[in-house]
């Protein structure tokens, strides 16, 4: 995967087009580097005009400068493939893809996102992670151990939709509802979502950098980087990135709080 540097603030500015152009590009960026502006938009079925744009909100003057830069990150990543002697398909590579996703990852990753999510941490409602089920529930069960190690009080990890979406109609307004989502349209946990906006709750959600209609209803939205994938119709898409986010939120919390303490109590930062 080739990564772009780009952060929330830049994929909440894209339209549905852009970023379903963005992610034609994640899954063919090395036909992309060597075709032009009309041919790239007759593959995405989008104008010359809507590439552009594209473009530009990505931070490049012109598509030309956009293949360079793709050109430029892709020559990185086969030196350092080289350097390491991976190959396609080989434990090292599927390695090699992982720590890419994870460090794209960690460019999304915004101090006023941190920020407002300390601010719930350091409050006294309650927090309510939604565990929907299959591989996703060990990673809100990660959330809530690490909540508990740091000493938050009233964390909640709840699993029956039905009882989410009743206590949802009954909850506190300064509550947190978390929803982590591999794939930010399971059907289920976009219904808690609004359900959660429609009663004023705060939303912390956890999805990909794809449009998605979740992190579009969160009030604080982390997003990752990772491959779809299936297995005989099975889903097993990693889920690694979701928990760099979760210790990273965890690990800088604990920082902020190390230095409010030296600083001689702590402090709210700003919403």
């Known amino acids: ?13 894209l339209s549905r087009h852009e970023l379903n152009i963005l992610r034609y590009v994640y899954e063919h ?28 909100k990505l931070g490049y003057s012109g598509f030309a400068e956009f293949k360079y830069a793709l050109r430029s990150a892709q020559r990185e990543a086969g030196q350092a ?28 990753i915004q101090e006023e996102q941190l920020n407002q999510t300390f601010h719930f941490l350091n409050g006294q409602g309650p927090i309510y992670i939604w565990s929907p089920g299959g591989i996703t529930d060990i ?21 029956p939709a039905r009882l989410f979406e ?3 109609r009954g909850m506190r307004s300064d509550a947190l509802i978390v929803l982590i989502s591999a794939s930010g349209s399971f059907g289920t946990t976009v219904r808690l ?28 939205s ?12 099975a889903e097993y898409t990693s889920r690694l990135p979701i928990f760099f986010i979760i210790r990273t939120i965890i690990q800088c919390y604990l920082d902020y709080k190390a230095a409010a303490d030296q600083e001689g109590g702590a402090h709210d930062p700003s919403v």
């Open 222 to 233: 982390f997003r990752f980087f990772t491959d779809q994938r299936e297995n005989l119709g």
């Open 139 to 159: 990673t809100a069960e990660y959330l809530e151990k690490l909540l508990f190690s740091i000493g938050r009080q009233d964390v909640y990890k709840i699993e």
């Open 166 to 168: 009743h206590l949802i």
């Open 29 to 56: 960026s090395d036909a992309v580097q060597s075709i032009s502006i009309q041919e790239f938009s007759a593959r995405v079925s989008y104008s010359s005009a809507t590439v552009l744009r594209f473009c530009r």
């Open 81 to 108: 493939a080289e350097a390491s002697g991976t190959q396609a398909g080989s434990p090292d590579f599927r390695i090699d893809l992982l720590s890419s996703n994870i460090q794209a990852t960690a460019t999304l």
């Open 193 to 220: 979502a609004k359900l959660a906006q429609m009663n004023g709750i705060p939303i912390l959600s956890i999805t990909p950098y794809t449009s998605n209609e979740i992190a579009d209803l969160a009030t604080v």
């Open 1 to 13: 995967m080739i990564s772009l540097q780009l952060n929330d603030a830049v994929i909440k500015s």
